[in-house]
């Protein structure tokens, strides 16, 4: 799809989808959830705040009045937290088309999740990681189910903390945001790979936004890493509404692949179009996929019928 200058105006009919996405009220979680609305999906906001998430859906209905929305609470880092929520999809009888695992943080003070973890990579991977999971068997049941992984730009150069995964040795906010971002990575190739070997019609595809301009840069890093943030995010940033095209692309285009990750097409991948970019090389190992895998099954004690890639 090189050169393809593809936007939201190519989005097909949605009609009769579900979509789930994640850390819909804001940002990248909220154009997306837009865009898929307008174009007649039904979406489930997946939020921490639902009195934000409130806000953001009258806000779509405002501009959109046939929108169908639903707000329902999640909060990523609370391995619990997502377990009720998937449970009330089951419990509802919603059908799920489409999963956008969206939500993150970036930067953020060492903190710890209810479970102990260290939070980016609890909120970034192991809740997303479980929340795929446990909707699995409701994705399976659809026509042309997808789960769409949002990473960064930061995978690059990225690694797993294995001996270190909380950061109680060292921590270093930045070090820890790459890693999570790294992770979601690894696991969106590595589900790609087991969904294939199953035969499963799931599409497990990837996206970046490149450099965009959304909260993530002031709302998680403190003190200098902050400052940093808003420079390069004033300096380099594309608009939200270009950011998000590429996470569009992978969840509604016919020709998005699983197995693709998809982001800007101009200079070092900060801004443009979306087009298909290379991993990270490392994000393809099989080894750490097999090794991150498994422990993000003891970590979350989310089981998937998948076997592991050959």
Not at 10 to 17: E, Y
Not at 269 to 296: C, I, K, M, Q, Y
């Given at each position: ?10 989005i097909?009919?949605?009609a009769?989808?579900?979509?789930v996405?994640t850390?819909?009220?804001?940002g ?22 639902e ?25 990523l ?7 009720a929520?998937a449970?009330g999809?089951?419990?509802d009888g919603v ?7 969206n ?18 990579f ?15 068997d ?13 990473t ?27 890693q ?10 590595e ?18 936004p ?24 004033h300096?380099?940033?594309q ?72």
């Amino acid at each position: 799809m090189n050169g393809s200058n593809w936007t939201a105006d190519r989005i097909p009919d949605l009609a009769g989808k579900t979509f789930v996405v994640t850390g819909a009220n804001s940002g990248l979680g909220l154009a997306t959830t837009r865009h898929a609305a307008r174009r007649g999906a039904h979406v489930v906001m997946a939020v921490r705040n639902e009195t934000k998430g409130r806000k953001a859906a009258a806000e779509i209905r405002k501009n959109h009045p046939g929108a169908s929305l639903e707000v329902r609470h999640i909060d990523l880092v609370d391995l619990d937290s997502v377990r009720a929520f998937a449970a009330g999809l089951h419990a509802d009888g919603v059908e799920v088309d489409v999963l956008i695992n969206n939500a993150g943080v970036m930067a953020a003070p060492r903190q710890l999740s209810p479970q102990g973890h260290e939070s980016q990579f609890a909120g970034n991977h192991l809740g997303h990681f479980a929340l795929t999971g446990l909707l699995l068997d409701l994705l399976q049941a659809s026509s042309d189910p997808r789960v769409v992984t949002v990473t960064s730009i930061g995978h690059h150069g990225g690694k797993i903390f294995f001996d270190d995964l909380t950061g109680a040795r060292k921590y270093e906010p930045v070090a820890y945001y790459d890693q999570s971002k790294f992770a979601n990575a690894v696991f969106g190739l590595e589900l790609d790979r087991r969904l294939r070997a199953a035969s499963s019609p799931v599409r497990s595809l990837l996206a970046h936004p490149g450099v965009s301009a959304t909260n993530l840069q002031s709302t998680g890093p403190s003190g200098l890493i902050r400052v940093g943030g808003l420079f390069v995010k004033h300096l380099f940033a594309q608009h939200v509404e270009r950011g998000v095209l590429p996470q569009l692309y992978a969840a509604t285009s016919p020709d998005a692949r699983g197995g693709e990750l998809y982001g800007p097409d101009g200079w070092k991948e900060f801004r443009g179009h979306p087009t298909t970019v290379a991993p990270d090389a490392g994000a393809e190992d099989l080894d750490t996929a097999r090794r991150l895998w498994n422990v993000s099954e003891e970590l979350t004690g989310v089981y998937f019928t998948l076997a592991a890639s050959s």
